[in-house]
T-cell receptor
Framework: DAEITQSPRHKITETGRQVTLACHQTWNHNNMFWYRQDLGHGLRLIHYSYGVQDTNKGEVSDGYSVSRSNTEDLPLTLESAASSQTSVYFC??????????????????FGEGSRLTVL | DAKTTQPTSMDCAEGRAANLPCNHSTISGNEYVYWYRQIHSQGPQYIIHGLKNNETNEMASLIITEDRKSSTLILPHATLRDTAVYYCIVRGRAQKLVFGQGTRLTINP
């Protein structure tokens, strides 16, 4: 079955270290997204991509970067981890076109999340 | 994308219908209403979406007012497993979803 997977599921790192969270989907979706969720809050969009070589900043992109070299993967990199980046990170993907009235609901499929702790 | 307003929390008895309201008074003509839910610390799960007409699927029903300024998600026979945070999202042509704070729904036995 097609799926979306994140790794690692849990990571503890130190302030100033570079960290990369992996996201891999097997649906061949063009759209991929990274969100973070802090305790008691909703999800906030970090970066997103609508296809290979395309990346866009979300509402909380400072301190994060992404690259899209193929359809399946959108790794999220924290160049110099900070304690404020301690959070749960969710990756998601969706089909390229929202087409109402067809079987394409435009829904986002989410991974299980990666819990990052920066000490 | 238009903003949405939802109650912070709601309670519902098991077996009853759970009606979750959402206000989206600034919605524009080409924007859809989406509902997702997040159970505990899992990734959000799609429930249903609509543009103008009411919609129903195996999970829920979506009632959108005629002026499209508000909507209601209905879980017809709530179970304990429906306890979750429910997000109402207005989505335009952009493929990204912007989440608000959602409604924490607690189903009581």
């Amino acid at each position: 079955d097609a799926e979306i997977t994140q790794s690692p599921r849990h990571k503890i790192t130190e302030t100033g270290r570079q960290v990369t969270l992996a996201c891999h989907q097997t649906w061949n979706h063009n759209n991929m997204f990274w969100y973070r969720q802090d305790l008691g809050h909703g999800l906030r969009l970090i970066h997103y991509s609508y296809g290979v070589q395309d990346t866009n900043k979300g509402e909380v992109s400072d301190g994060y970067s992404v690259s899209r070299s193929n359809t399946e993967d959108l790794p999220l990199t924290l160049e110099s981890a900070a304690s404020s980046q301690t959070s749960v990170y969710f990756c998601a993907s969706s089909e390229s076109t929202l087409a109402f009235g067809t079987t394409n609901t435009g829904e986002l499929f989410f991974g299980e999340g990666s819990r990052l702790t920066v000490l | 994308d238009a903003k949405t307003t939802q109650p912070t929390s709601m309670d519902c008895a098991e077996g009853r219908a759970a009606n979750l309201p959402c206000n989206h008074s600034t919605i524009s003509g080409n924007e859809y209403v989406y509902w997702y839910r997040q159970i505990h610390s899992q990734g959000p799960q799609y429930i249903i979406h609509g543009l103008k007409n009411n919609e129903t699927n195996e999970m829920a029903s979506l009632i959108i007012t005629e002026d499209r300024k508000s909507s209601t998600l209905i879980l017809p026979h709530a179970t304990l497993r429906d306890t979750a945070v429910y997000y109402c999202i207005v989505r335009g042509r952009a493929q990204k979803l912007v989440f608000g704070q959602g409604t924490r729904l607690t189903i009581n036995p």
